[in-house]
Structures are given as structure tokens and as C-alpha cells.
């Protein structure tokens, strides 16, 4: 069997294409001395495992011996994972998107033998369809101009260089920070609600986390219920679509229809870990059952499927499974019948909208059309017995469905998206007494810091016992973030000194020293292109948000102002952008929240073992505070040197006390919860 390069690769997407005839090469010094030497332009295809689209393309193209051929002769072609290579990616998304006016992946862009790019696209049927050209009759064109037209390919490039470098060209702004600017935005982005199915927008739907964030926190400072509401309504209708997994747990990518009904089934653990997040805050806000009910089938999905066994959570699940898109995932009602019996097979069915019509390709998703009790009506059984009956009726479903093919799995471990991971988990530990939940967020973090940490840098991703790459900055300002939000909830001081030593790194390897804000490849970074600062919130918040929130918390624990004056101007290079684009910024405008509001700072001396400690942090734990700094010190510790909020802080008779600061005064020394709850929510 041929292979090529890619065969000594450990990205499973990259050995995925590892027996194409095309000649692929990974991206590095190697492939673009050849094009050098060959005088040939390079075709540069990324894309990433859980991806319907780069299956097809690489089934239709890259296994096509003709193609390939072309492929072969007239380029030197490189293949990247984009999870592993997100600065190739950021980079030359933003060419395609200049190019086409539209991105996405696979992404397909055709660079001088320097790398630069001149032509671009994304999937290319392998002929002409729907007045798309073909992908050879591409191939063909693009090898021509190159060779025939240097000027235009010349042209073509100075362009593209000169827009990539206006794209993180920021001007600070001059007017002063308002709170209006949160009220607006929230108010802009409610526009977009949809009434019916809770969401923004039409189909397709994605789950906009951060958007939702910035709802609760405009609901906590406007008090006004509609914002608490959007946010509820979006969360319990996506819980009932079929865009959760409602016998495993877990949520799909997103929703191609405007009712969460018919998901594109990868699974991806960046959603996974921000859902899991917002369900746990708007559970803490309305106390209702469902979100955490939520909250724990996708942990148990997470800890059952994603977790590598000494810690450390894998990327993302595939949307295919036997080569057919949703395979693993659906049903007929024969099978039903078959597995829970015609009794309660009538029930479940009718429940969950399973049908010899179907909902989706003549098969079904699963998703309740009927609530418990109107089952108990319409059957008219006793509720206990239909809750009964469809519990027993999904464990054996669940069961059954263990039997299938299973969708691939992704094994590659991210840094950055292991820290949005720690923040869900430490949400979760905050309302759930689940043991499990605190394990899988220390492992992670030792499994982190012991086989992805070298020399005192992170390193983005580790794959059969191999970490590699040096991290981005996503890596250092989402696990950053991420231990911060732990160390609210474990109150562990080392996890707090991790967070501290990241931010350092951080700040001294992707700071922008001349106009301000971090780039998004560190300063030991070989060279690109261009050097791009991530700004845009997509599904995954950019790195400057992050690390905005991570230096404004930090300067809560430490005091120390060059946190702080670092976080401001960040704030100020977007503050405009900010305004103009709420949708983008929705992360950004959180950590503008956080700078405008200032956070209750929260001391509790007591002993961590205490009960009576223990039971006024569940208590501060229940409340929803996204601004806030937590921090317990034993009675007689010696504290000044740990934080400069804990010098003089002593207990009241012997009790747990809690000492609560904001905006540079200090409440009374309190040891009762309902005094302690005023303070908080004041």
C-alpha cells in the first residue's frame, strides 16, 4: 500500500491521509525547499478530523489517481490539521475569506514557494457541479498563472499581505469606558433572538455561549427578566432538540435547522466544555432541575468517551460512523420495539417523536415532543411509572447503541481547549457534589503540567505520548482562565501560583511591546507570514478576551498594576470594535464587565476541612457571581505574602468569617449567611 510523508505524523487527521496517492507533506522547512528548488507553487490543504466536508473531498479528490497526479506534477502539497496548527490556520482563513468573501474548511490555498498566498478557496467538487469548476480544472488554472502570469501571482500577493496586516490594526480609543456599552450590546444582540426556539438568528444554529454570558451578566446589573429569560428559554429548547444527545449526554456541533432538531452529529469538546459552563450559571440563577440535569449526562458523556486515563480530555467525535453521516445516532421504530418491548416501546416513541415516517433521512433523532406528565395523560398512567418506564427504556437503548460502530474519536489532547474544559468542570463542581468532577479537573491539570510543560513553556497538544508544538496563546489564556476558575473551587493555593506562572509567560512571549494587546504566536515562534493577534469571539473566545479576564483577575489576587494597566489597554484598542460589533466581542465585552463592575473580592478565613467552612462556600458557590475573587486563608496563616487583601484578616469567635471587598473598601467581618448573602448580591 503507497504511503506518503504524513505516515510519521501522530494527528489523526494527518495519518488519515497518509495512504492518499497525493504527495503530501507536512508543513515545515522540508516542503518549501522543494518548491524552491522545483520552482512550483504549494497547494495547501487544512482541515480537521470531525469534518464531513474534508471526508467527501478527500474521498472524491485526494484518493483520486488522476487528480492526484495533478496534485503530484504541478505543486508540492501540504496537508494541516488545523486543531494542531490553529496559527496556519488564523492566518490563512483570513486569506480565503479576503479572496472568496466566505471561509471554511476544507480550506484549499495556493502560496509561493515563500508561503505567501494568491488564490484560495475551500471544498472543490472533483468536477464542474453547480457552476462550481471542478477541482483539476483549478489545479490546471492556478499552475498556469503561475508559471505564466508571475506579475498577476506578484500582484495578487502584495494585496493579500497588505490586508492580513491591516486585520489586527487596532486604533486605541479616546472616550472614556461607559456601562453603557454593555446595555447597548446586550440590547443589539437581543435583536437577532429568535421568539419561538430560543437561539440567534435562523438556521443553521449554533450554540453562542458567550453571547448568553453576556445576557446573565446584563440580567444581573439591569435587572431586567427578559435577558435571564432568552438565555433559559435558548437553554431548555436546545436541551430538547436534537442537537443533544439524549441518550449518551453531550452536544452536537450545531443545529441545521432552526429548532435544534437535526444536529451536524461531530461532537466537539470546546462546546461541550462552554455549555456544560452556562448550563451550571443559569441553573444556579433559576434553579431549574433540567439545566443541571444537563450538566451532569454531559459530564458523564465527557468523563465516559473523552477522558484519557491519567487525565486530559480528546478533541472531538465524528459525525460519520460506517461512512454515513448521523449513523450511530439514529433509529426506526422497529429497533425500539424490539430492544424495550411494544409496551413501552408505544410510549417511548411517541415521547421522543419516533416515527415510521422519521424526522431525519427516513430515520429518527431523538428528541421529547411530550413532557413526562403529558405522557402520564395522554397514556393515562401514573407519572412515577412513565418516569420509570423511559429510564429503564433509554438504559437499554444506551445499551444497544454501545454495540454500534462508533463514530471517530479524535485522541489528540489540546491545551487551550482542556483549559475551557477546567472552567466547566470547576462550574460543575460548584453545584454538584459528584466527586468525579474535581478528580477529572486535578488530573487534567497534572496531566498538563507534567506531559505538556517543558522548560516552562506549554505545549499545544499531545498525542500518543508525544506532546508537541510550542503552545499559542490560546493555550496560555484558556488554561490561565481555566485554573483561576479551579481555584475558586478546590482553593487549592498551588493552582493559583500555576495560574501566576502562566500569566507571566504570557505576557513576556505574545505581548505586543509597540501598539499593545498579544499575538497569537509566541516570541520563540518560527516565522510566518504575518503575525496575527486573535481578536474576533467565534465558538471559541479569542485569546486577547481570555487573557484580558485572566489579567484582571490575577490583579484582584496580586495587586500587582502591570496586570492591570495591560488588561486596560487591551480594552481601549477595542473598545470602538467593541461597540460597532457586540457579536464578535462577546467575550471581550465579559472582561469589560468585569473591569467596569470590579469583582466582590471574597476572603473567608477558616479551616478547609471545617463543616462549617465547607457550608458557607456551597453557600457562596450557589449564587451567581461572574465578578468576583475568591480566597481562603487558615486562621494564623501568615497571609500578607500571599495576597495583599488577606494582611489583618482574623476570625469572629472562633467561627468561618468572611471579610467581602469591593472598589477599595471593606465590609464588616461577617459569620452568617444571610448578612454574607446581602453583601454579595448588593
Known amino acids: 500500500m503507497h504511503s506518503n510523508r504524513l505516515i510519521h505524523e501522530t494527528s489523526p487527521y494527518l495519518l488519515q491521509h497518509a495512504h492518499n496517492p497525493v504527495d503530501w507533506h507536512p508543513w515545515g522547512e522540508e516542503a518549501f525547499q522543494k518548491a524552491k528548488a522545483m520552482n512550483k507553487p504549494v497547494l495547501l490543504s487544512i482541515g480537521y478530523s470531525a469534518c464531513h466536508w474534508c471526508h467527501v ?117 479616546q472616550r472614556p469606558f461607559s456601562r453603557d456599552t454593555m446595555a447597548q450590546s446586550a440590547e443589539q444582540l437581543s435583536q437577532a433572538y429568535d421568539p419561538d426556539y430560543g437561539g440567534l438568528g435562523r438556521a443553521p444554529k449554533f450554540p453562542n455561549a458567550g453571547v448568553f454570558e453576556l445576557f446573565l451578566r446584563h440580567y444581573r446589573v439591569s435587572k431586567n427578566r427578559h435577558f435571564l429569560e432568552m438565555v433559559a428559554h435558548t437553554l431548555t429548547k436546545m436541551a430538547e432538540g436534537g442537537i443533544y444527545d439524549h441518550l449518551g449526554g453531550g452536544f452536537h456541533r450545531y443545529s441545521v435547522d432552526e429548532k435544534w432538531l437535526v444536529p451536524h452529529f461531530e461532537k466537539m469538546l470546546y462546546d461541550n466544555a462552554q455549555l456544560v459552563r452556562i448550563y451550571a450559571q443559569v441553573f444556579c440563577l433559576t434553579r431549574e432541575p433540567l439545566f443541571k440535569r444537563v450538566v451532569e449526562e454531559t459530564l458523564e458523556y465527557l468523563l465516559r468517551e473523552m477522558l484519557h486515563p491519567e487525565g486530559g480530555f480528546y478533541s472531538t467525535q465524528d459525525a460519520d460512523s460506517e461512512g454515513e453521516e448521523g449513523k450511530f445516532f439514529v433509529w426506526s421504530p422497529e429497533e425500539i420495539m424490539r430492544i424495550v418491548g411494544e409496551e413501552t416501546g408505544e410510549i417511548f416513541c411517541r415521547t421522543y417523536d419516533v416515527s415510521d415516517f422519521g424526522n431525519f433521512e427516513g430515520k429518527n433523532i431523538l428528541h421529547p415532543i411530550l413532557t413526562l406528565e403529558q405522557s402520564a395523560k395522554f397514556f393515562k398512567r401514573d407519572l412515577k411509572e412513565i418516569q420509570r418506564m423511559i429510564a429503564e427504556a433509554k438504559t437499554k437503548l444506551f445499551q444497544e447503541r454501545e454495540k454500534r460502530v462508533k463514530p471517530f ?274
Open 57 to 173: 473531498m478527500e474521498q472524491e479528490s485526494f484518493e483520486n489517481e488522476e487528480i492526484a497526479a495533478l496534485m503530484n506534477d504541478h505543486f508540492v502539497n501540504i496537508k494541516v490539521d488545523r486543531e494542531e496548527r490553529p496559527d496556519l490556520d488564523e492566518i490563512y482563513m483570513n486569506a480565503v475569506q479576503m479572496l472568496t468573501g466566505r471561509g471554511g474548511w476544507p480550506m484549499t490555498v495556493f502560496l509561493t514557494p515563500e508561503g505567501k498566498p494568491f488564490y484560495g478557496g475551500t471544498y472543490f467538487p472533483p468536477e464542474d457541479r453547480y457552476g462550481v469548476p471542478g477541482f483539476p480544472k483549478i489545479l490546471k488554472a492556478v499552475a498556469q498563472a503561475y508559471r505564466e502570469r508571475p506579475q498577476e501571482v506578484e500582484k495578487s500577493v502584495q494585496e493579500i499581505l497588505r490586508a492580513l496586516n491591516r486585520i489586527s490594526n487596532f486604533q486605541e480609543s
Open 409 to 682: 474519536r479524535d485522541e489528540k489532547i489540546l491545551t487551550s481547549w482542556n483549559g475551557l474544559m477546567l472552567s466547566g468542570l470547576a462550574e460543575a463542581i460548584k453545584i454538584s457534589s459528584d466527586a468525579r468532577y474535581l478528580q477529572a479537573a486535578e488530573k487534567t491539570v497534572n496531566f498538563i503540567f507534567t506531559k505538556m510543560f517543558e522548560g516552562g513553556f506549554l505545549l499545544h497538544t499531545y498525542k500518543d505520548g508525544q506532546a508537541k508544538l510550542h503552545g499559542y496563546l490560546d493555550d496560555y489564556a484558556f488554561l490561565t482562565v481555566g485554573l483561576l476558575d479551579l481555584y475558586e473551587a478546590n482553593l487549592e493555593r498551588s493552582t493559583l501560583e500555576r495560574a501566576l506562572q502562566l500569566a507571566e509567560t504570557m505576557s513576556r512571549e505574545f505581548w505586543d511591546d509597540i501598539e499593545g494587546a498579544f499575538f497569537y504566536t509566541g516570541k520563540s515562534h518560527e516565522q510566518l507570514i504575518s503575525r496575527t493577534k486573535p481578536v474576533f469571539d467565534g465558538s471559541v473566545p479569542s485569546g486577547n478576551s481570555m487573557a484580558t479576564q485572566a489579567l484582571l483577575r490575577l490583579y484582584h489576587y496580586t495587586g500587582r498594576e502591570d496586570y492591570l494597566k495591560r488588561a486596560e489597554k487591551v480594552l481601549r484598542l477595542y473598545y470602538d470594535a467593541m461597540e460597532k460589533q457586540p457579536f464578535g466581542f462577546a467575550h471581550m465585552l465579559s472582561a469589560l464587565d468585569f473591569y467596569l463592575e470590579k469583582p466582590k473580592e471574597i476572603v473567608l478565613v477558616g479551616e478547609k476541612k471545617d463543616r462549617a467552612t465547607q457550608d458557607l462556600l456551597s453557600k457562596i458557590h450557589s449564587l451567581y457571581l461572574p465578578n468576583k475573587t475568591l480566597q481562603l486563608a487558615a486562621s494564623g496563616e501568615s497571609l500578607k505574602e500571599i495576597s495583599p487583601l488577606l494582611e489583618g484578616k482574623t476570625q469572629l469567635n472562633g467561627k468561618p468569617t468572611v471579610y467581602v471587598c469591593h472598589n477599595f473598601t471593606c465590609s464588616r467581618p461577617v459569620t452568617e449567611w444571610e448578612e454574607l448573602r446581602e453583601l454579595l448580591e448588593s
